[in-house]
């Protein structure tokens, strides 16, 4: 099974700040990894795919890179909509699909 | 509007039985692979189980495998997760979620959940 590790835990950052997301994988996913937000009681949203390739209605703040083992989702110019939980998921090797323990992005 | 609504969670004492269901509409069911996650409170996000779209492939989680069945009804356009012999550890917020055509294992969108607790 891979294990995904993400960091910080937490990140505090300002409004208008870029917010700056590590995850890593314990083998490579080649690019087969995904970004979701989760705001405090909803479900989560499918914000990235493919490691970089936005999904549909997701802002242009929002990216992706990365591809093997370490990959990052950046957040430019955060908006208040923005503070959130974070997961990033692999799917190269599946099942089991693997999800990271999540960044919480907060306000500083 | 693509739409994906669970029911079924509930109270259920160790060793208890629930069937959680999930109503999908706006999109073709019958098309489309399947998932179950779950999210123990506080906790983060644990895939459970998947179903292809003829439910010739079934998979599991190891956590789940032998007591969880996924199943569904592309008639009806349901999904469904059999929990059987559940344990305090099940307790969680399940969420359905769609796998997009062509995709491989990423889901969107994701149901609202239903929250199952697991308690004497």
């Known amino acids: 099974e891979i294990v995904m590790t993400q960091s910080p835990a937490t990140l505090s950052v300002s409004p208008g700040e870029r917010a700056t997301l590590s995850c890593r994988a314990s083998?490579?996913?080649?690019?087969?990894l995904a970004w979701y937000q989760q705001k405090p009681g909803q479900s989560p949203r499918l914000l990235i795919y493919?490691?970089?390739t936005r999904a549909t209605g997701i802002p242009a703040r929002f990216s992706g890179s990365g591809s093997g083992t370490e990959f990052t989702l950046t957040i430019s110019g955060l908006q208040s909509e923005d503070f959130a939980v974070y997961y990033c998921?692999?799917?190269?090797?599946?099942?089991?699909?693997?999800f990271g323990p999540g960044t919480k992005v907060d306000i500083k | 509007e693509v739409q994906l609504v669970e029911s079924g969670g509930g109270l259920v004492k160790p060793g208890g039985s629930l069937r959680l269901s999930c109503a999908a509409s706006?999109?073709?069911?019958?098309?489309?692979?399947m998932n179950w996650i779950r999210q123990a409170p506080g906790k983060g996000l644990e895939w459970v189980s998947s179903?292809?779209?003829?439910?010739?492939?079934?998979y599991y989680a190891d956590s789940v495998k032998g007591r969880f069945t996924i199943s569904r009804d592309n008639a009806k356009k349901s999904l469904y997760l059999q929990m059987n012999s559940l344990r305090v550890e099940d307790t969680a917020v399940y969420y359905c979620?769609?796998?997009?055509?062509?995709?491989?294992?990423?889901?969107?969108?994701w149901g609202q959940g239903t929250l199952v607790t697991v308690s004497s």
């Open positions: 979620a769609r796998v997009p055509l062509g995709a491989s294992n990423w889901f969107d969108p």
């Open positions: 706006g999109f073709t069911f019958s098309s489309y692979t």
């Open positions: 179903i292809s779209s003829s439910s010739s492939y079934l």
């Open positions: 083998q490579s996913v080649n690019s087969n």
């Open positions: 493919g490691a970089s």
């Open positions: 998921q692999q799917y190269n090797h599946w099942p089991p699909c693997t």
